[in-house]
C-alpha cells in the first residue's frame, strides 16, 4: 500500500461539534483544514445526545452564520423547572441573568455544520482508520489514516487539533510525563429514552425523589427526552418501556396538583455513564485538544456540547492568529484561557449533580433538599444556578 502526502495548515481529528465548527470558524478566518472522522457522516449525524444550547453557543453559532434553522426550529426557554415531592418550582434565566438557553439537538448542530463544511468545499475524510500523531514536538506535525478506499496517507500540518472526544487517538499522543488527568466517578448513571410524544411540560423539569433523579427534557414540540437516575451497573435489558413510564411518572410527579406525564412510543433507549474527567494541559507542542477529548462531565448540567463549542471559540482565533497572522499570545494562552471555563462548569455540573441525585444516607437527602429550597427561594442562589446553567461568557 502506497502512502500519500500532503500538507495544510490545521488537521482536524473529529467530526463531532467540536471538529465541526472549529472546522467552520477556520474556514471564516480563511484558516484551510482537512477534517477526519472515523465514524460515517450518516452514523455522526444520527447520534442522539445533548440537546440544550446555552446563550453563548447560541451567539456564537449565530455569529458563524449556522443559527438561521436553529432560530427557526428551535425553543428558546426563558428557564427550568425544580422539583422535589410535592413541590415544583420555576427559574426564570432571563428575569435572574437576562440569558435563555435554547432547545435543539446536537443531530441538528450537526447536520448544519456538516452543510457548511461541505459549502465550504474544504477536505473532509469520513469513515477514516488507523489514525495516528506524529512529530507533536516539532515545527512539522502529521497524522497518519487510511482513508475509506483503504489508501495510507500522511497529512503534514502546521498545527493538529485533536477533537476526537473521549476515546479518539490525541489525548493518549500526550506523553504522560506532560499530562496530568483530574478524575471523578459516579455510583449512578442516567438511562436515557427518546419518545414520539409531545413533551409534557413547557421547560425541562429536574427532579429530586427518593427513588431516584429524573429528568423531563424534549428535543421538539413532538419528540421528548427523558432520563432516570440507575443503579451504575444496570442493564438496559431490565428496564421495559413500561417500567420506564412507569418510574417516570413516579419520579416527575404524574398527577401532583394537576399535572400528569403522557407516556409514548420509545425511539430509542440506552444507559450513559456519569464521570468528570479533565485532562491537563490542553495543549502539547503542535496538538490542541477541544471538546470531550480534554474533559468530559456529567450532563446534569448540560454542559458537555456547549464546553466543546466554547473551546473551539477560542481555539480558532488563537490558530488564526498564529497561523495567518504570525501572533502566538492567544495560543500559548489557550490551554489555561480553555481550563479556566472548563473547570468551571466542571464544578457546575458536579454541584448539580450531588444537588440532585439520590445517594448516601436519609441525612444526605435532608441536606439535597434543604439546597434545593434554597436555591427555589433565595434570588442569590437561583442566580448562582442561573448564571452557570444559561451560559458564562465564551472567553470566562
Ligand atoms: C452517549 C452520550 C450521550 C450524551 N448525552 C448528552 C446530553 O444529554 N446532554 C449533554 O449536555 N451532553 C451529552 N453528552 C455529551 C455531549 O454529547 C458531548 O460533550 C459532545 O458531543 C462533545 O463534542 P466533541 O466534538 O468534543 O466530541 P464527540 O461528539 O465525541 O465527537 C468526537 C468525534 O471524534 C470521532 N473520533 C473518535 N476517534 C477518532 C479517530 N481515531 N479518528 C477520527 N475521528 C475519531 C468520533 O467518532 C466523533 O465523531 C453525551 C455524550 C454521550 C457519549
Known amino acids: 500500500m502506497s502512502t500519500v502526502s500532503d500538507s ?5 481529528i473529529g467530526a463531532g461539534p467540536a471538529g465541526l465548527l472549529l472546522a467552520h470558524l477556520l474556514d471564516l478566518e480563511g484558516v484551510e483544514s482537512v477534517l477526519l472522522e472515523v465514524r460515517s457522516a450518516e452514523y455522526v449525524m444520527g447520534r442522539i445526545r445533548a440537546g440544550v444550547l446555552e446563550s453563548s453557543t447560541v451567539e456564537l453559532l449565530d455569529g458563524a452564520g449556522v443559527g438561521d434553522r436553529l432560530r427557526r426550529e428551535g425553543m428558546e426557554h426563558r428557564g427550568i423547572h425544580l422539583q422535589w415531592p410535592e413541590e415544583r418550582h420555576h427559574l426564570d434565566f432571563v428575569d435572574l441573568v437576562g440569558r435563555s438557553v435554547w432547545i435543539y439537538g446536537q443531530t441538528e448542530v450537526t447536520k448544519d455544520l456538516m452543510q457548511a463544511r461541505e459549502a465550504a468545499g474544504q477536505e473532509s475524510h469520513y469513515e477514516v482508520s488507523s489514525v495516528s500523531l506524529h512529530g507533536l514536538e516539532s515545527d512539522r506535525p502529521s497524522v497518519r489514516f487510511v ?5 495510507r496517507r500522511e497529512i503534514v500540518a502546521r498545527a493538529v487539533a485533536g477533537c476526537d472526544g473521549f476515546h479518539g487517538p490525541s489525548r493518549p499522543a ?6 496530568q488527568i483530574w478524575e471523578h466517578g459516579y455510583p449512578y448513571s442516567w438511562l436515557g429514552i427518546l419518545a414520539d410524544v409531545a413533551p409534557s411540560t413547557d421547560e425541562l423539569i429536574y427532579a429530586w425523589h427518593p427513588d431516584g433523579f429524573a429528568l423531563h427534557s424534549m428535543r421538539s414540540d413532538a419528540v421528548s427526552r427523558l432520563y432516570l437516575q440507575v443503579d451504575a451497573d444496570d442493564d438496559i435489558a431490565n428496564w421495559s418501556d413500561d417500567r420506564i413510564w412507569t418510574a417516570l411518572a413516579t419520579r416527575l410527579g404524574d398527577g401532583q396538583h394537576g399535572w400528569h406525564l403522557t407516556p409514548g412510543p420509545v425511539l430509542d433507549k440506552g444507559i450513559l455513564p456519569m464521570r468528570s474527567f479533565v485532562a491537563t494541559p490542553m495543549r502539547h507542542g503542535r496538538l490542541f485538544l477541544a471538546g470531550d477529548a480534554a474533559h468530559v462531565v456529567p450532563p446534569t448540567g ?3 456540547l456547549n464546553l466543546a463549542a466554547a473551546d473551539v471559540a477560542l481555539l480558532s482565533r488563537a490558530l488564526a492568529e498564529w497561523l495567518r497572522d ?3 499570545e492567544l ?3 489557550y490551554s489555561d484561557t480553555a481550563l479556566r ?3 468551571r462548569c466542571t464544578h457546575f455540573s458536579w454541584w448539580m449533580t450531588n444537588m440532585l441525585h439520590r445517594q ?3 441525612f444526605d437527602a435532608q441536606l439535597q433538599l434543604a439546597q434545593l429550597r434554597w436555591v427555589a427561594r433565595s434570588d442569590a442562589a437561583a442566580a448562582a444556578l442561573a448564571e452557570n446553567y444559561a451560559g458564562l461568557p465564551i472567553g470566562y
Open 8 to 12: 495544510v495548515p490545521v488537521v482536524i
Open 147 to 151: 482513508d475509506s478506499d483503504g489508501v
Open 174 to 179: 500526550i506523553p504522560d510525563r506532560v499530562q
Open 302 to 304: 448540560a454542559k458537555g
Open 326 to 328: 504570525g501572533r502566538t
Open 331 to 333: 495560543a500559548d494562552a
Open 341 to 343: 471555563r472548563v473547570w
Open 360 to 362: 448516601g444516607d436519609d
